[in-house]
Each structure stands twice: as C-alpha cells, then as structure tokens.
C-alpha cells in the first residue's frame, strides 16, 4: 500500500529541527549514504535503507529524482531472509550425523553441536533470498511534515531511527496529544491547559 | 514537552472522545461541520466502528460492521461509559468521494480509498509518475485536512470551558435521547 495504490495507509510526522544547508545537497548525500545494500548471497539476515519510488530495486538518488513538485519522495525498504524453523532442523540434523560419521563418535559436545547449528544457518541465509518490504514516503521540507505510508508499528520505528541517523532531524509522531500541542494552533495559554485534561465521562 | 510514549499512552481518550464528539457532530450538529470544513457537501459514518469501554477493569471492545450495520448497539456501549475507538468515514465534496478509517489513539487514516484516478501505464514515463503522485498528494491532502481542521476545532473546544459546561451535557443528551428512541 504505497502512494499511487488504490487503498493507502498514513501515518504523519512533524519534521523537527534544521536541514544543514544547502538542504537538497545534504539530504541527497544521506539518501546515498544510507540507500539500502543487497543481501542476497550474503550470510547477511536483514538490511535497511532508503530507496527509489517506482524503482525499488534500482536506487537512483542522483539529479534530484527524489524531488516531485514542492516534495521529496522516496522509500523505506526492508529486506529480511525467514527460514522455516523445521528446515534448520533437518539441517541441523543432516550436519550433525555426517560430524557423528567422520568422527566416529556417539555424541557430539553442546559446543560442537552450536557450532555446527551455527554453521548451517550461515549456510542457509546466504542461499535464501530476501524478501522486501517497500514503505514509501512524501517529505514537504518547507512546511516540516511528512507522511510515511503504512501504519505498522516496526516500520514506523525503523523510519524515524534510519530518518535521524541520515538527516540529523527528528520525526515527531503526529496523534491526539501532540498534534494538539504542535499543530492545532491552540494559544500557549490553551496547550498549558492540555496536561491537565482528564478523561470525559458521558 | 511530555516523553512521547508517555503522552500517547496517558492521552489517547482525547482521540476516542474526538470520534465520539465526531459521531455526535455527524448525527446532531452537521452546522458545526459545515462551518469547520465548508467545501465538504456530506460527511457520514461509514460501515465500521469500534467501541470500546476502558471504564471497567477488564476492556471491552465492541466491533459494528458492514453496510447496513445498525449502529444502536454502540450507542448503548456510549451509555455504559464506552468510546468510539476507530470509526470509518466517508466524504464527498461535490462528486468526489473519499472512505477511510479513522483510529482514535493515533488518528492514524488507513483503508484510504480517494477518488478515482488515471491509473499509471507499466513503465510508463517519469513525468507521468511525477503526475500521478502530485494528484495522489492532492487528493490525501484533502482527506488529511478534513480530519486535522475538525480535530484542531474539538481540541479547542475541549481545552475550554465550554467543553465541560455545554458540549458534555449535550453528548449526555444525545446518548440518551438516541435510546430512548430505539
């Protein structure tokens, strides 16, 4: 469910802080900086990192192509690599019996057997695939807020970590408290008022 | 400014009192919704609504869906001490028709469906997903603005005195009135 889907999901943020000048310039340096890296064929488990609306799997964060209009558009991509708790067992087991063999032992030590569960779940991740996950976004740099389009909670997470890692600015969440606090236009005397709310009984 | 966990946890009954204040404003005040977003030409409920009633010790969530869903039970649950958690809505502004979920803690949108539009060719050109995405943006921009003009007007009247002398006796009103009309 992203931007140009039939049915989408928002979730908004207040964009805290200053861009370092010149602000196009410095967010494309931290869209490269932290553009998302293949795994496949690595004995790598997750990667995350921005990539391109409509080319996720073909960055290209040069020329401004992130610039839309007055927005910077662009993704979350989440890649992770599952592999079936029953398939490392069968591994695992297959690894353990050929060690059993060579060795001509009976039993295998609690080290010798981690060590070899270890190695076959290496083994395991560098041939399974990773699967993606693409969570677009719409920054408006002008007026400080932006829209991550799904509401799940570990995207969300993800977002504002990578978001602050890349940019130097905070994402504030925007829902009821702070939403009336940031951006309702309530007078300092009415946001003093908010802590003190309680809830209404009917 | 409060932790951010802390004061989403502590007030997110301000988000289910602005859908139950919404409910009300939809059934009884459409002049209030009028006046705050006046381009809207109708603004209804749509066909789902969760209640929930965090009053007692134990929570209880009510859930009313589909298209012909009575929604008298919910207003029962209000009577008990309940609040509207998550409510749909739909909106029109001449012919132009949005749906989407509204969920109280968050006021997160979800299940957002805008008017229809041009739907992109497979590799169409750049300038064409350019296009797209503006109208796209336009077109949540107005489901986003509706939803954040009504909550801006709810929370000033819920940080008044007018919230407790007026407003609540007559949501307490409407509650009652509503039951005794079944």
């Known amino acids: 469910m992203g931007i140009l889907s039939s049915t989408a999901a928002i979730t908004r943020y207040r964009v805290d802080g200053e861009i370092e000048a010149p602000a196009l310039e410095t967010i494309e340096t931290g869209l490269r900086r932290y553009t998302i890296s293949e795994i496949d064929g690595e004995d790598t488990e997750k990667s995350m990192g921005w990539t391109s609306l409509g080319r996720p799997f073909a960055p290209d964060f040069t020329d401004s192509a992130h610039l839309i209009g007055a927005y910077l558009v662009f993704c979350l991509r989440m890649d992770r690599k599952s592999i079936p708790a029953a398939i490392v067992k069968k591994h695992v087991m297959a690894a353990e019996a050929a060690k059993l063999a060579e060795s001509e032992r009976e039993h295998l030590s609690k080290n ?4 070899i569960k270890e190695a076959v779940i290496a083994r395991l991740i560098r041939r399974v695939p990773a699967s993606p996950s693409i969570y677009d976004m719409i920054w408006n740099l002008e007026e400080k807020w932006l829209w991550f389009f799904t509401n799940q909670k570990a995207a969300n997470e993800a977002l504002e970590t990578l978001f602050s890692k890349s940019f130097d600015l905070q994402l504030v969440r925007l829902f009821p408290y702070t939403i009336a606090e940031l951006a309702a236009d309530l007078t300092p005397e009415q946001i003093d008022r908010l802590p003190e709310l309680t809830p209404t009984r009917l | 400014m409060l932790d951010l966990s802390v004061a989403f946890n502590r007030y997110k009954f301000l988000g289910h009192e602005f859908l139950t ?31 929930e009633n965090r009053s007692t010790d134990n929570m209880e969530s009510i859930t009313i869906r589909g298209d012909d869903a009575g929604l008298e039970e919910g207003l029962l649950a209000l009577k008990k001490g309940a609040l509207v958690a998550e409510m749909g809505l739909e909106m029109k502004t001449g012919e132009n028709e949005w749906r989407f979920t509204l969920k109280g803690e968050s006021l997160d949108l979800s299940n957002l469906k805008t008017p229809e539009t041009e739907p992109l060719a497979a590799g169409g050109a750049e300038a064409e997903q350019d296009g797209a995405v503006l109208e796209k943006v336009y077109l949540y921009e107005k489901a986003i603005g509706m939803v954040h003009a009504l909550y801006s007007h709810f929370i000033r009247l819920r940080v008044s005195k007018e919230w407790e002398m007026n407003i609540v006796p007559l949501l307490k009103n409407w509650v009652a009135q509503s039951r005794k009309g079944q």
């Open chain 1, 112 to 115: 010798e057997r981690q060590d």
């Open chain 2, 21 to 51: 204040w919404l409910w009300y404003t939809i059934e009884a005040d459409a002049g209030t919704i009028n006046q705050v977003v006046p381009e809207l030409s109708a603004l209804a409920i749509g066909n789902r609504m969760v209640i």
